[in-house]
């Protein structure tokens, strides 16, 4: 009886050590919250799996719909089942054999906050019957954007005259698919370096930076970075600019040159005669004596 029990509390155990293993779980990862800007795309990462483990991207049907009302279909293959309010306007990006339920919405309307939930079907496999599950409680929910965010830009305070200067413009977005592009109201494209990245789970960056060499012109200048979104929308925001000029010392270096010249001249002029007239005096100063000798040999005499 003892040894029974304890036998049955090891199957227990080693059952559930690896039932996970053994099969995956009905579970669905995506992004509760995303804001969307309205007219523009979306793209809403998900990713799931399911108890089957690896079935092909065929074998597998996948559903967006209202989280309120399954039937209310914002996605599916067969676009006739679709809400008309979202039909044409829905794509799924990401592969469901893969385990990505990724969606896109675009020409997105102010009315299409959700929240919306993933929903998949399993093709019968070997008998069993057709397997379905609604991921409900993990749902992403709209915040709608009825005006673009404007890009920031980022740059040192002052710029040096005939010297690079460089100013990065910067927008978050949630349409990867179709990026937002940023314009410059000046420069030229071999001045102009782009980057984009993922910043968090469905929020995306694009980066512009603009060099040029900054001129004694562009002092007070305006500068314009431009984001024109998908579906048209655009923002901007503006730069003056703050030109340093070239310090120039002209005014104090060529007197103090010229001064310093003069001097220099001055002195190998003074130095020169000194030496001469030394000379000189030498000279005089030899003749006297060679006379003087003279007199005195005389007067012996
Ligand atoms: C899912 O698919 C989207 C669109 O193709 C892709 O950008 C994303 O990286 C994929 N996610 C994963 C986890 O593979």
Redesign the pocket.
């Known amino acids: 009886m003892d040894k029974d029990r304890k036998m049955m509390i090891m199957g227990l155990l080693l059952a559930v050590i690896s039932s996970p293993v053994l099969t995956e779980d009905w579970k669905a990862k995506v992004i509760k919250s995303l804001e969307a800007l309205v007219s523009s795309c979306v793209v809403v990462?998900c990713?799931f799996t399911h108890p089957e483990g690896n079935l092909p991207t065929s074998k597998l049907r996948g559903i967006w719909h209202i989280s309120s009302n399954r039937d209310q279909r914002i996605y599916y293959d067969d676009s006739t089942t679709v809400i008309e309010s979202f039909r044409g306007r829905t794509k799924l990006?990401?592969?469901l054999g893969?385990g990505?339920c990724?969606l896109e919405i675009t020409d997105v309307r102010d009315h299409d906050n959700g929240p919306f939930c993933f929903r998949i079907e399993l093709a019968p496999v070997a008998g069993s019957t057709l397997e379905k599950f609604s991921f409900v409680e993990d749902c992403v929910e709209l915040k709608m954007l009825p005006d673009p965010p404007k890009p920031t830009l980022t740059h040192s305070k002052t710029a040096f005259q005939g010297l690079p200067f460089a100013v990065t413009c910067t927008v978050f977005h949630t349409c990867?698919s179709h990026d937002p592009k940023l314009t410059w109201s000046r420069g030229t494209a071999e001045g102009i370096t782009e980057a984009r990245r993922r910043s968090h789970s469905g929020i995306w960056e694009v980066q512009s930076i603009l060099t040029f060499i900054a001129e004694e012109k562009d002092d007070d200048t305006e500068l314009t970075c431009t984001s024109t979104f998908n579906g048209g929308r655009t923002s901007s925001e503006v730069l003056t600019l703050n030109v340093k000029r070239k310090e120039n010392y002209n005014h104090i270096i060529i007197p103090v040159v010229v001064a310093v010249g003069t001097a220099v001249i001055f002195a190998v002029f003074c130095i020169l005669m000194a030496k001469k007239y030394k000379t000189r005096i030498a000279e005089l100063q030899n003749q006297e004596g060679s006379m003087w000798n003279r007199l005195s040999r005389l007067s012996r005499r």
């Open positions: 990462p990713s990006l990401g592969h893969e990505n990724t990867p």
